[in-house]
């Protein structure tokens, strides 16, 4: 199965409401975690990171959590804006080959639209 | 500079040629890593140089791929006999700790036609 889960693919909310998006890992040594923002036509652009020894992050309206006994993560955004439409990724650091370095992977994003 | 700098930004090219992309990461940044997004899916990691040596090359594709950091700043990704598939967009990322806190540039979107 894939490294990294991303869920759900699409997300459509109204102007002012909460979005939340989850993600599942397997890989147990996994230390880093940062979500990434991509709009039309951009490269990603990180927006928030966490690691393995913080249960919880918040930078004003955007929190992540992390459980990782059960290796999965969380995007919380509240009081979404039409301005933070765009797809949303997130990532886990995972070792691509034995003796190789932890690279982040990344999941297959979410589509978030904010309608005003 | 103040980002990541990757040039063209498009390129379209005939099945069978060789296509170089260049990546100027930000000064100072030490680790740069090359990624590949298809359409709808997430970047998917393909080689990462700290300084001038790849120090982890296992996401490259086939060995029609190579990419070099000859002096530890510009990377220069080189697909050979490009094929239909490698069409894609190709994102460059820089950052001073190793695969954390990247900042991506804006990528080259490769066409094979």
């Known amino acids: 199965g894939e490294n990294v889960e991303q869920h759900p693919s699409t997300l459509s909310v109204q102007e002012g409401d909460s979005a939340v998006i989850k993600c599942t890992y397997s890989d147990s040594a996994s230390n880093y975690f940062p979500w990434y923002k991509q709009e039309l036509g951009k490269g990603p652009q990180l927006i928030i990171d966490?690691?393995?020894?913080?249960g919880e992050k918040k930078d004003q309206r955007i929190a992540v959590t992390l459980n990782k006994t059960a290796k999965h993560f969380s995007l919380h955004i509240t009081e979404t804006q039409p301005e933070d439409s765009a797809v949303y990724f997130c990532?886990?650091?995972?070792?691509?080959?034995?003796?190789?370095?932890?690279?982040?992977?990344f999941g297959r994003g979410t589509s978030l639209i904010v309608h005003p | 500079g103040a980002g990541v700098s990757q040039t063209p930004s498009n390129k379209v090219t005939e099945k069978g040629k060789y296509v170089e992309l260049r990546c100027d990461p930000i000064s100072g940044h030490t680790a740069l890593y090359w990624y590949r997004q298809s359409l709808g899916q997430g970047p998917e990691f393909l080689i990462y140089f700290q300084g001038t040596g790849a120090a982890d090359d296992s996401g490259l594709p086939n060995d029609r791929f190579f990419a070099v950091r000859p002096e530890g700043s510009v990377s220069t990704l080189k697909i050979q006999r490009t094929e239909r598939g490698d069409s894609a967009v190709y994102l460059c990322a820089s950052s001073l700790e190793t695969g954390e806190c990247y900042t991506f540039g804006s990528g080259t979107r490769l066409t094979v036609v």
């Open positions: 966490i690691r393995s020894n913080v």
């Open positions: 990532a886990a650091s995972i070792r691509h080959s034995s003796g190789g370095s932890y690279i982040p992977t």
